[in-house]
Nanobody, 128 residues
Framework: QVQLVESGGDSVQAGGSLRLSCTTFGYSYSIYLMGWFRQAPGKEREGVAAIDSGGSISYADSVKGRSIISKDNVKNILYLQMNSLKPEDTAMYYC??????????????????????WGQGTQVTVSS
C-alpha cells in the first residue's frame, strides 16, 4: 500500500500564494504518476495537475499559468505551488498517485482509468 499525506493548506487573501506538499509512505518506488485534485462544496472533484516519472506535466486549464507542480525524488515529496490565488480556488486539495502507466492528461481528467491512491486532503480557502 501507499500512504499519501498532504500539508500546506491555509486561509489566504486573493492574490496570495500557497505551497502544498504531499509526502509518500510505503512502497512508493514504482509510482508512475502523482498529482493534485480538488473538490469544492457542491462541486465535482476536479483534476489540477499531474507529473509522471519522466517529468511530463499536465495542468488543468483553470490553474495553468498560476500553478507549478514539482517532485523531490530524494525526499519523495510532491509539491503544488499556487500563485495569484482566486476565491474559486477554494477547495479541499487531495494528493493522488498511481502505479499505472497512463497519460498524465488523461489521468487528471479521469483518475478512474487506473487504480489511484488518495490522501486525506488539505483545505485551501481564498477570501476576497
Amino acid at each position: 500500500q501507499v500512504q499519501l499525506v498532504e500539508s500546506g493548506g491555509d486561509s489566504v487573501q486573493a492574490g496570495g500564494s500557497l505551497r502544498l506538499s504531499c509526502t509518500t509512505f510505503g512502497y512508493s518506488y514504482s509510482i508512475y504518476l502523482m498529482g493534485w485534485f480538488r473538490q469544492a462544496p457542491g462541486k465535482e472533484r476536479e483534476g489540477v495537475a499531474a507529473i509522471d516519472s519522466g517529468g511530463s506535466i499536465s495542468y488543468a486549464d483553470s490553474v495553468k499559468g498560476r500553478s507549478i507542480i514539482s517532485k523531490d525524488n530524494v525526499k519523495n515529496i510532491l509539491y503544488l505551488q499556487m500563485n495569484s490565488l482566486k476565491p474559486e480556488d477554494t477547495a479541499m486539495y487531495y494528493c493522488a498517485a498511481t502505479f499505472a502507466v497512463v497519460n498524465s492528461g488523461d489521468w487528471i481528467r479521469r483518475p478512474g482509468i487506473a487504480y489511484t491512491y488518495w490522501g486525506q486532503g488539505t483545505q485551501v480557502t481564498v477570501s476576497s
